[in-house]
């Protein structure tokens, strides 16, 4: 079996110190994630963990330009803002689900059946049953089969007709 290489088959992840990096195959990327979480990412670490891991590793605190710490500042505003709009739109989402969940079941118990009581015996009588109730209950019985035989052949035909207008 041959490995099928696309130059489309990249893919972005962000080292905590690094930043982000392109990797040649989107495998790579989901592995080095997947293998070290405390040090990769697919989506850009805050800025507080970065600082902190560049301090743990050893490497010299990034100097911000005036210009640079404003843009991280109104990023990191921006985001704030955006997660609040996320998490606003999450909840009106999840309350959406929650109605649509009990229509959903309200329309299930409008269509069910309503409970079927057992079957009484005339005058609360106990015992097995008479001969003339067991002729009944076969009567029934026949009834029904016979009844849903009719339905399903009736079904058929009308399946057979709408095939034959659709064609």
């Excluded at 930043?19 to 994630?33: C, E, L, R």
């Excluded at 404003?70 to 606003?88: I, M, P, S, Y």
């Excluded at 299930?108 to 209950?137: C, D, H, M, W, Y």
């Amino acid at each position: 079996m041959a490995i099928k290489i696309n130059a489309n088959m990249s893919a972005v992840a962000h080292h905590i110190v690094d930043g982000m990096v392109t990797f040649p195959y989107a495998i790579d990327a989901h592995s080095a994630v997947s293998r070290f979480p405390e040090e990769w990412s697919h989506e850009p670490w805050p800025e507080s963990d970065r600082a902190a891991a560049r301090e743990a590793a050893g490497e010299p605190a990034v100097e911000l330009t005036p210009e640079e710490q404003a843009a991280l500042d109104e990023h990191t505003r921006a985001v704030a803002e955006a997660n609040e709009r996320l998490q606003k739109f999450r909840e009106e989402q999840a309350e959406k689900k929650k109605i649509d969940d009990q229509i959903a079941a309200d329309e299930a118990l409008v269509n069910s059946p309503p409970p079927q009581p057992a079957p009484r015996r005339p005058f609360g009588r106990k015992g097995p049953p008479t001969p003339a109730e067991i002729a009944a209950q076969k009567k029934r019985d026949e009834k029904k089969v016979e009844d849903d035989r009719l339905v399903a052949e009736k079904a058929e035909h009308d399946r057979l007709a709408n095939a034959r207008i659709t064609t």
